[in-house]
């Protein structure tokens, strides 16, 4: 019997329906689609794609599927022929990324199938062999421990940089004298150097984080398979040391759903931010004309479109700014993590944007921090006047009376203000009063009191431990060149 044909001459409705199914049935994946009838929809593949940025994890999807094609090997698990092709195959894709020739597909999800397709092509069924005793799970999060170990490193570095700038400067300006700031009204005279050491001391401690995190999350989730571990003789120690990990990861469910350490990672780097913030608003501060302390270079100043005058501190202010795309970011991550239960979710696909644009932002952001310190002409002129303003010395001489005449500091604290309600209605400071002028007041003053007062005299006597005396800030400058450098 003859197939009947419509009017068109196509095939009959059934039939294409059928074809179509067929059509559907060849589009669903490869790597996980054997219990579907249909592909993905559209929408469902562009939602569920994510190879637009864990391409990212290229090197550490290749690294990890290197380690654990050996240690398959070494295990008997699969022949040391197929290991080898793997490997093999493995490197000549690593080749191709980072040539620029690896075509990325979309259809294909995420960089461990797109890199899973691609030794299929170059090896042939061997690479189907590669995902024994593994899943995504395990694997995706072995990928992004090893890209966040990297980011660690990366932001150690990056935060040492910024920490010789600001060291090489403070060396410099150790007895150059400044305003010391409470409430954003002089207080008492410091040293500049004294002041960009204090941001030291933060960088350090954002540097003793990094470390924490590092130490804590070097443990490896591969082999703890999709949650449960595997029946396969594995042997996940030595994938662990194959890729630099401490030890395997002890629970094969928190491995899997463990993120705490990009968690972690992004809230060193969101505490670092708020650290590059404040410095960043002392620049703007300090490069104003109201205040004058500070000249950046033409490399990280620009102009106006309208007010050819113009000399505006952008790299400062883009820095300050930054700080709530990393602490947006970090707070992202932690939404999404919050109410998942134990294990994998889906949900967890989002895990990476967040942290590869902290790790961006916090690089550009040192970077253009360290560029500007490393630039920067201080006023030394304009800031010493500064700090003879406000009658800064006024706990000078409080401590004077204490000193000199055993007098209890809140009577002390009280003659001095008297001092200084008569200078501010002289319109003079405290070293132009008069020593007859002072004993109208507290008759046991002498002459003496005039050896504490003025900015110089004031910093030189702050000798006490982590003060701001020049001594002591060139000695915090030796130690922290042997602490952190």
């Known amino acids: 019997m003859t197939e009947k044909k419509n009017e068109t001459g196509s095939k009959p409705q059934a039939e294409k329906s059928a074809q179509k199914s067929a059509q559907n049935s060849a589009q669903t994946s490869a790597m996980w689609g054997g219990r579907f009838n249909a592909g993905p929809s559209a929408v469902m593949e562009a939602i569920n794609a994510s190879i637009g940025f864990d391409k990212k994890l290229y090197a550490q999807d290749i690294a990890g599927s290197k380690a654990h094609a050996a240690m398959l090997a070494a295990q008997g698990i699969i022949d040391a022929a197929d290991a080898e092709a793997i490997t093999k195959g493995l490197d000549d894709i690593l080749a191709e990324i980072e040539a620029g020739n690896f075509d990325f597909k979309a259809s294909l999800e995420d960089i461990h199938m797109n890199v899973e397709s ?5 090896i042939g069924d061997a690479a189907g062999r590669l995902h024994t005793a593994r899943s995504r799970n395990d694997q995706v999060a072995t990928d992004l421990k090893l890209w966040v170990r990297d980011a660690l490193d990366g932001l150690d570095r990056d935060l040492k940089a910024l920490q010789k700038a600001l060291i090489d400067q403070a060396e410099r300006h150790a007895g150059s004298v400044m305003p010391g700031f409470t409430h954003m009204q002089t207080a008492q005279p410091v040293t500049l150097g004294h002041h960009l050491m204090a941001y030291v001391e933060m960088l350090g401690r954002d540097r003793a984080r990094v470390t924490d995190a590092r130490a804590r999350m070097n443990t490896s989730p591969l082999g703890a398979a999709a949650l449960a571990g595997t029946s396969f003789p594995i042997d996940r120690d030595a994938t662990a040391a194959a890729l630099g990990f401490d030890a395997p990861a002890a629970n094969s469910l928190d491995a899997v759903s463990d993120r705490d ?33 500070v000249r950046l270079s033409d490399e990280f100043s620009t102009g106006s479109s309208i007010m050819p005058q113009k000399r505006n501190p952008d790299a400062a202010e883009l820095v300050r700014a930054k700080a709530g795309r990393v602490i947006g970011a ?8 919050k109410g998942l239960p ?30 500007m310190i490393e630039g920067a002409v201080f006023n030394e002129a304009r800031m010493k006047a500064d700090a003879g303003k ?18 209890p500091f809140r009577d002390a604290h009280h ?10 209605e002289r319109g003079c400071g405290l070293e132009d009063l008069s020593l ?35 001594d002591n800030v060139a000695a915090q400058v030796k130690a922290a060149r042997a602490r952190w450098l």
Not at 277 to 285: D, G, N, Q, T, Y
Not at 348 to 365: G, H, I, N, R
Not at 394 to 404: E, G, N, P, Q, Y
């Open 118 to 122: 691609r030794l299929r092509e170059l």
């Open 261 to 293: 350490f990009a968690m972690e990672y992004m809230s060193a780097a969101a505490i670092s931010a708020v650290h590059l913030s404040r410095l960043a608003e002392e620049i703007v501060l300090w490069c104003s004309d109201q205040f004058g302390y």
């Open 330 to 337: 970090m707070n992202s991550l932690m939404i999404v993590m």
């Open 342 to 371: 134990m294990t994998y979710g889906k949900d967890m696909q989002d895990d990476k944007e967040p942290v590869f644009e902290v790790a961006d932002t916090m690089a550009l952001s040192l970077a253009a921090m360290t560029g």
């Open 390 to 407: 406000g009658f800064s010395t006024a706990t000078d001489l409080a401590d004077w009376l204490v000193r000199t005449l055993s007098m």
């Open 415 to 424: 003659v001095t203000g008297a001092l200084v309600k008569m200078a501010e």
């Open 436 to 470: 007859s002028d002072m004993q109208s007041v507290e008759a046991g003053i002498t002459d003496g009191v005039f050896g504490v007062l003025g900015v110089d005299n004031s910093v030189a006597s702050r000798k006490s431990f982590g003060g701001t005396a020049p």
